[in-house]
C-alpha cells in the first residue's frame, strides 16, 4: 500500500530558526513530489515540485530535498518568519495520470 | 501562473439540499481535475478522478450517487453533493494540472466550505 507519512504532526519554533520539515513515502518509485502549503480555512498552495530525476529543488528561504531509495523529502525553511506559520503537506504522484496521495501534514508555528 | 478558481467559497444551507460546487482552470486546460475532501485537523482525501468526456472515478468508499461530479469541458468541473446531510459538511478543495505538459504541479482551488445545518 502507498502512503505518505509527514512527521512531526506540529512544531513550534522560535522566529530567525532553521528548521526541516519530513517527510516519507512507502514507494520508491515515485513520478514527482510537491510540497504545499495551506492556511487555516484555505486552499493549497505549491511551493516546489521535485521530479523523480531531481534531487533537491530552492525556492526562496526553501529548499526541498529528495532521496527515492530511502524513501524520504525534507522541506528546509531557513530563517523563519511568522509568516511562514502554516500546515505543510508533502504529496506523492505515482505516475503522469494517478491520483496524489497526501501525507498528513505538519503544523507549523513560528513564534515572534 | 496556472490559477485554478474554485466557487462558491462557503455554502450554509438546510439538510435535503442539493449544493453545486464550480472548479475551473482559468489560463489552462485540464482533461483530469481531482475532488478532495477535508474534515477539521485532518489531510486531503481524494474523493474523485473528474475525466473530461466521460465518468468519473471514485474512491472506495465514495457514493457517486451522492456526490455527482460532471467535466463538461477542458476547463470546469462541478461537484453536487445531492439531498446533503450535516454529515456531509466539510471542506471540498478541486486540483487540477495543465493536459498534455510533462511533469506538472498540481494547482489547487481555494476549497468550499459546507455547512449543512
Known amino acids: 500500500k502507498q502512503e505518505v507519512t509527514q512527521i512531526p504532526a506540529a512544531l513550534s519554533v522560535p522566529e530567525g530558526e532553521n528548521l526541516v520539515l519530513n517527510c516519507s513515502f512507502t514507494?520508491?518509485?515515485?513520478?514527482?513530489l510537491q510540497w504545499f502549503r495551506q492556511d487555516p480555512g484555505k486552499g493549497l498552495t505549491s511551493l516546489l515540485l521535485?521530479?523523480?530525476?531531481?534531487r533537491e529543488q530552492t525556492s526562496g528561504r526553501l529548499n526541498a530535498s529528495l532521496d527515492k531509495s530511502s524513501g524520504r523529502s525534507t522541506l528546509y525553511i531557513a530563517a523563519s518568519q511568522p509568516g511562514d506559520s502554516a500546515t505543510y503537506l508533502c504529496?506523492?504522484?505515482?505516475?503522469?495520470?494517478?491520483?496524489?496521495?497526501f501525507g498528513s501534514g505538519t503544523r507549523l508555528s513560528i513564534r515572534p | 501562473g496556472a490559477v485554478v478558481s474554485q466557487h462558491p467559497s462557503r455554502v450554509i444551507c438546510k439538510s435535503g439540499t442539493s449544493v453545486k460546487i464550480e472548479c475551473r482552470s482559468l489560463?489552462?486546460?485540464?482533461?483530469?481535475m481531482f475532488w478532495y475532501r477535508q474534515f477539521p485537523k485532518q489531510s486531503l482525501m481524494l474523493m474523485a478522478t473528474?475525466?473530461?468526456?466521460?465518468?468519473?472515478?471514485?474512491e472506495q468508499g465514495v457514493e457517486k450517487d451522492k456526490f455527482l461530479i460532471n467535466h463538461a469541458s477542458l476547463t470546469l468541473s462541478t461537484l453536487t453533493v445531492t439531498s446533503a446531510h450535516p454529515e456531509d459538511s466539510s471542506f471540498y478543495i478541486c486540483s487540477a494540472s495543465e493536459t498534455g505538459l510533462f511533469n506538472q504541479p498540481q494547482h489547487f482551488g481555494d476549497g468550499t466550505r459546507l455547512s449543512i445545518l
Open positions: 489560463d489552462f486546460q485540464a482533461t483530469t
Open positions: 521535485i521530479q523523480s530525476s531531481q
Open positions: 473528474s475525466n473530461e468526456g466521460s465518468k468519473a472515478t471514485y
Open positions: 504529496a506523492v504522484k505515482y505516475s503522469s495520470a494517478s491520483k496524489i496521495i
Open positions: 514507494d520508491s518509485a515515485i513520478y514527482n
